[in-house]
């Protein structure tokens, strides 16, 4: 089973006229302004790590704390939706198992589905969504974790998260952590080579995390 705590996007703020505008001020495209809006609508059925983070840090502050611009957090958050959509209609048991993070067109899915032809299912539903660059696939196949695997997953990824928002050398806020059996994914963009490396080494020193497998991109601008 997994666990997660993901990095998404936030509504639009509206400008003094009306319009959409990004946290520096700009007003934004239609694209990405109903993107961001229909991220607010579909939160209810993405879970809390969204809320939980905007509620913490503020709308315009949470976007800027992805480390991408906002026009790009408003077309990762619309592939993620796009995506999550085929999933459902497919079947709810992909919807309900399988997590999904994109980060600059870059999609990483993870979960545990019952059998090899449902990863690959996913997968391929994914590659064909509108603005994906590449899937990284790793999801697993279903064990007997039970309850039991889950609690410890998510007790992972509440203190790996914990350990990577108090440290002052990491915008912690930038970075996705899902937990799968022990496997602790991340994910977002960082930085520099240093500040990746950072978030792999402060994972691994979690009690009861097996491996870690980082997707994190890295963009100095």
Known sequence: MRSLWCPGACPPILGARGESTDATGRVMNGKNAAALTALVIAMPLMGGCVAAAVGAVGTAGYVAAQNRAPGQVADDSAIRIDINDKLLKRSTSLFSNVSVEVVRGRVLLVGTVA??????????????????????????????????????????????????????????????????????????????????????????????????????QISPE
């Open 115 to 216: 059998s090899s032809a449902d990863k690959e299912e996913a997968g391929n539903i994914a590659r064909a969504c509108e603005g994906v660059k590449e899937v990284d696939n790793q999801i697993q196949l279903a064990d007997d974790g039970g309850i039991g695997g889950y609690a410890g997953d998510s007790w992972i990824t509440t203190k790996v998260k914990s350990n990577l928002v108090t440290d002052f050398s990491l915008n912690g806020f930038s970075i996705g952590v899902e937990t799968v059996n022990g496997i602790v994914y991340l994910s977002g963009v960082v930085r520099s080579d240093a500040q990746r490396d950072k978030a792999v080494e402060i994972a691994r020193s979690i009690s009861g995390v097996q491996k870690v497998v980082s997707a994190i």
